[in-house]
């Protein structure tokens, strides 16, 4: 295969702004939505109120057990069909928070019931309701259990929004098909995307391992 070296590097830059004014904001967007979501569920999971947990259960169940894909298409195309109608971003961030709450639900339910059952009969013996000692006692624990899963999460998140290409969103994968529609340089513009998506996910996990290091020395102080 003769690679086009004068290519690769004129197109280096228009990929790359892709994945940053289109990959990382919409990874962060879905994320941190995600994120709220799945607090929710998983607080609705250990509720031991049976509807709310039901629901919860319901939930998570159809999120992870249907394909991201489909799930992006049901609202991006999907809704259109009964009145709604919304633009590529928008479709993709809800699409990608409800994916990410559905998973991301179990591991923070995991890890708040991971805090030894102690932590709550003591926050209950100093006076604290049940909400208070959520948010001041378990919340926090829970929090260092789950950032290596979560992280994880987040990573696959980045590689997953790729997809979002299928809609029309203009991340990193769409600027690597339009510059390849152009050139007609498929294997070498595709080779390229994957390796800037190596490249991010190489930075990102550095950052984790550093995120990692930092809670265990504040934990082991």
């Known amino acids: 295969m003769n690679i086009d070296w004068h290519l690769v590097g004129t197109s280096l830059w228009p990929?790359?702004?892709?994945?940053?004014?289109?990959?990382?904001?919409?990874?962060?967007?879905?994320f941190v939505a995600g994120l709220l979501i799945a607090l929710v569920v998983a607080l609705m999971r250990i509720s031991g109120?049976?509807?709310?947990?039901?629901?919860?259960r319901v939930y998570i169940s159809v999120i992870r057990g249907t394909p991201l894909l489909v799930q992006l298409f049901?609202?991006?195309?999907?809704?259109?069909?009964?009145?709604?109608t919304l633009s590529p971003w928008p479709s993709a961030i809800i699409a990608f928070s409800l994916n990410v709450g559905?998973?991301?639900?179990?591991?923070i339910r995991a890890a708040i019931l991971?805090?030894?059952?102690?932590?709550?009969?003591?926050?209950?013996?100093?006076?604290?309701?049940r909400r208070q000692a959520l948010r001041r006692i378990i919340l926090p624990q829970a929090a260092?259990?789950?950032?290596?899963?979560?992280?994880?999460?987040?990573?696959?998140?980045v590689k997953d929004t790729s997809l979002a290409s299928l809609i029309l969103v203009a991340e990193l994968f769409r600027?690597?098909?339009?510059?390849?529609?152009?050139?007609?340089?498929?294997?070498v513009l595709y080779l390229e995307a994957a390796a800037v998506y190596w490249?991010?996910?190489?930075?990102?996990?550095?950052?984790?391992?550093l995120v990692e290091e930092r809670l265990d020395r504040y934990v082991a102080h």
Do not use: D
């Open 15 to 30: 990929i790359v702004r892709g994945g940053l004014l289109g990959t990382i904001p919409l990874t962060l967007a879905s």
């Open 49 to 56: 109120r049976a509807p709310l947990s039901a629901v919860a």
């Open 74 to 84: 049901v609202i991006f195309y999907g809704l259109p069909s009964v009145g709604v």
């Open 102 to 107: 559905g998973y991301a639900a179990e591991v």
């Open 114 to 129: 991971s805090v030894p059952k102690g932590q709550w009969e003591a926050a209950h013996t100093i006076g604290m309701s």
């Open 144 to 157: 260092r259990v789950s950032v290596p899963p979560l992280s994880n999460t987040f990573i696959s998140l």
């Open 175 to 187: 600027k690597a098909q339009e510059v390849a529609a152009f050139s007609q340089e498929f294997m």
């Open 199 to 209: 490249v991010f996910c190489l930075f990102l996990s550095a950052g984790q391992n």
